[in-house]
């Protein structure tokens, strides 16, 4: 499959947001039973943050060695323009659940039988999950584009 | 409304071109190579600036360059 350097670079972005954030929200889930910000969750979250710069840079930078860089032209920024909308609405829906899962937790605090505790450590990790997937929205939505064109 | 669709002939106007390369086609109206394949492919409709720059390479009107088809067949000019 013949890839330009701007569909070369959004494939390595997703694999690293998947890779990365993959790792990261599994092993949240197995430690769910203490969702509270110890000095290991915060520095697997860290971690993870720090893992994605460097695969990024890391990566761009043997690419831009082993493939022409090829500045984005006005078709690169539509299809990117196409992108940043669907992330969009998915960010935007997302942060909208949390909202609604933090007011119903408070709600529900008392006359719950099973109470749903939204502590810090699960707002944080339910708006770095939709960001992640807004992230991965973007590159797909990249991807699907330059494969099917913009009739 | 009708829905129509914009066809180019820059595929056959690079060949009749001295068999201008699409690399150098992109290098002059200052796209990518994949953008210039794209719109032979018809997957992308460039914007006008792109458009009148590819009609003056040729040295053509623009209506030679893009028609635009309706699905009914006919075609308009532009």
Do not use: W
């Amino acid at each position: 499959m013949d890839l330009s350097y701007q569909e070369k670079s959004i494939l390595g972005s997703l694999l690293a947001v998947v890779v990365v954030y993959g790792y990261y929200f599994a092993s949240v889930l197995r430690d769910l039973s203490h969702p509270e910000f110890g000095a290991g969750n915060v520095a697997r979250l860290i971690l993870a943050v720090v893992a994605i710069v460097v695969i990024e840079i890391v990566y761009h930078i043997v690419l831009a060695l082993e493939s022409k860089v090829e500045a984005k032209d006005e078709r690169d920024i539509l299809i990117e323009c196409k992108a940043y909308r669907n992330a969009y609405f998915l960010l935007a829906t997302g942060a909208f659940l949390v909202i609604a899962c933090v007011i119903l937790a408070d709600l529900l605090r008392e006359p719950a039988p099973t109470r749903i505790v939204m502590t810090p450590f699960l707002t944080v990790n339910l708006v770095l999950f939709f960001m992640a997937l807004a992230e991965l929205m973007k590159f797909v939505t990249q991807l699907f584009y330059y494969r099917r064109g913009l009739r | 409304m009708t829905k129509g669709r914009i066809r180019n002939s820059v595929r056959k106007l690079r060949f009749l071109g001295s068999e201008m390369t699409q690399q150098e086609l992109a290098e002059k109206i200052g796209v990518t190579r994949q953008t210039v394949i794209a719109i032979e492919q018809d997957k992308y409709s460039p914007s006008l600036d792109v458009a009148f720059r590819i009609a003056r390479i040729f040295g053509v009107p623009l209506e030679e360059v893009f028609q635009y088809e309706t699905d009914a067949g006919s075609q308009t000019a532009p």
